[in-house]
């Protein structure tokens, strides 16, 4: 089926696997107009049915109206500023799109209260109304006191209340792609999504700069980025596996990753891509993002230190360090390594119940015949 592009209009199909093994898929439309008041809202039907050509209608109508000018001490003033900013346009780009979307809701729930209103029982109540999601509420608070010290720092504000509120609790996500399930992905796969793993599991790099990766990048031996988050320089070595599968891999396009026409994916479209992948492999619930979190763990399984994990994954050495105390598993295997080193690093000799060292039966043998007999 050909599929027509509307103007602000996104489609979506989302597919699930039955249990009896038949896969079930919906299409959804959406109207993706950022800055519109209606950006993000779902659109009733599809194209060829009457209320879905309505809604669209209106919800340009209402973006194309002349917005209302904000009241200069508004809330709503204060994220027009900000986002008109040096530095808000310094931001990574997904960055800048994360931030403008929760500003954009921020904007929407507090655009007509004075600066002044934003005390810290109304950041609170902002919080807890979100507790049902609260990942997202804590992404938003982090959004309005990033927000906040911006106004505190440029005197448009006194105080910054949403400072030293308390995220809600949430579970770090612990996915982390074993053995078994690489095998099963890799097997049935398609070709771009096998070589993407690949990427994923030997860079530990974000999808992000996966996905802008191009050969230039790659010398044969080595990946070189920069990162678009940071900003910082790394250099990854390719692994054996990863080498041989880039250097086997055709020369499509720029980027080293491409859809079946030869472009660079989007982001909605690998993710739609890659989510397809791990349902035919039966791995429901593995993200490609666990990938970069999978590949610091092996490093480090590997025997890989803290800086050295760094240097591949491009954190700093703090929450390099954060993420593997969360997720090197202390198994019995890791214990059987650490006495095996410490059984290496006191090889030659023996310690005593009461903690002695003593030289092993064999060096002192050796030093006996070495000495000379004892003159009588």
Sequence with gaps: MVHVEIKYVKRQVRTRKRRDGSTWERVYWYYRRPGAPDHGKPLPGDPSRPEFLTTLREFNQRAEAAPAIADPASFAALVDRYTASPEFAGLADRTRKDYGTHLGMLRSWLGDLPTAGITRSVVYEIRDQMAATPRKANFVLAVLRLLLSWAVDRGMMDV??????????????QHVWGDDAEARFLTVAPEQMRLAFLLG??????????????????DGETIQLRQSKTGRPVRVPCHRVLKQALDAAPRRAVTILVTDTGRAFKEDHFRHEWRAATLAAGLDGLQFRDLRRTAMVRLAEAGASHFEVAAVSGHDIDTTQRILDVYVPR???????????????????????????????VENTGQAKNQSPRKP
């Design 201 to 218: 599991i030997y860079t530990a790099q974000r999808q992000g700069d996966i996905l802008r990766m191009t050969w230039n990048q790659y």
């Design 160 to 173: 910054n209340h949403a400072k030293g509120v308390k995220q809600l609790k949430t579970r770090p996500r």
């Design 331 to 361: 198994n019995e295997e890791m214990a059987h390594a650490a006495i095996f080193k410490l059984e290496r690093h006191d090889r030659g000799g023996t310690r005593t119940q009461s903690g002695k060292q003593v030289r092993s039966d």
